[in-house]
């Protein structure tokens, strides 16, 4: 059974950094790419990140890009999203996706529980 | 990027009638690449639907979806009390991947 569980969420101050960790199991880790989706009341479901299988690859929404990166360790079967310079519509809740189909990445069959970020002084 | 307006916000539905979600884009989308999400509080969404009409493993065939171009629909045939929730019509022709704000279906 594929399962996916998100740490790192918290308070934190505008301008602050918060690293995020989704760890994964269940499934052939290193043939997924990966993605972060943050959903927030203002703002639905926005996909944020997602990267490669191997690494190689990584995308941001123009909102994050320049602040936050995407990572991953296929050895420990985890993914990271370091975010940085936070503002406060980057609160919302953070969800780790697999997708349906390995080497893919369009649409999710699989996510974690969430970690909630709340960015606020 | 595409925008996509799901229509109406809120649906009144009684268990056991049929309900008809909307989803449209502001451009054309490929038909292989909308999906659709259900999400109950404190979950995270499901995948439902995925190529707008093949429904994940697990799914009820009262689920189904339909479409082409920028028009897309997601219809729930006979509503049973499980299926009140919010529905999500997503894209992934175009980068970004954007979602819909969702359509709630709530018991009537």
């Known amino acids: 059974e594929v399962h996916l569980v998100e740490s790192g969420g918290g308070l934190v101050q505008p301008g602050g950094s918060l690293r995020l960790t989704c760890t994964a199991s269940g499934f052939t880790f290193y043939n997924y790419w990966m993605t972060w989706v943050r959903q927030s009341p203002g703002k639905g479901l926005e996909w944020v990140a997602n990267i490669k299988e191997d690494g190689s690859e990584k995308k941001y929404v123009d909102s994050v890009r320049g602040r936050f990166t995407i990572s991953r360790d296929n050895t420990k079967n985890s993914i990271y999203l370091q975010m940085s310079s936070l503002r406060d519509e980057d609160s919302a809740v953070y969800y780790c996706a697999r997708p349906l189909w390995a080497y893919y990445g369009g649409f999710f069959d699989s996510w974690g529980q969430g970690t909630r970020v709340t960015v606020s002084s | 990027e595409i925008v996509l307006t799901q229509s109406p916000g809120t649906l009144s539905v009684s268990v056991g009638e049929r309900a008809t979600l909307s989803c449209r884009a502001n451009e054309t989308v490929n038909s292989g690449y909308l999906v659709w999400y259900q999400q109950k509080p404190g979950q995270a969404p499901r995948l439902l639907i995925y190529g707008t009409s093949i429904r994940t493993t697990g799914i009820p065939d009262r689920f189904s979806g339909s479409g082409s171009g920028t028009d897309f629909t997601l219809t729930i045939s006979r509503l049973e009390p499980e299926d009140f929730a919010v529905y999500y019509c997503?894209?992934?022709?175009?980068?970004?991947?954007?979602f819909g704000r969702g359509t709630k279906v709530e018991i009537k």
């Open positions: 997503q894209q992934y022709v175009n980068s970004p991947v954007t």
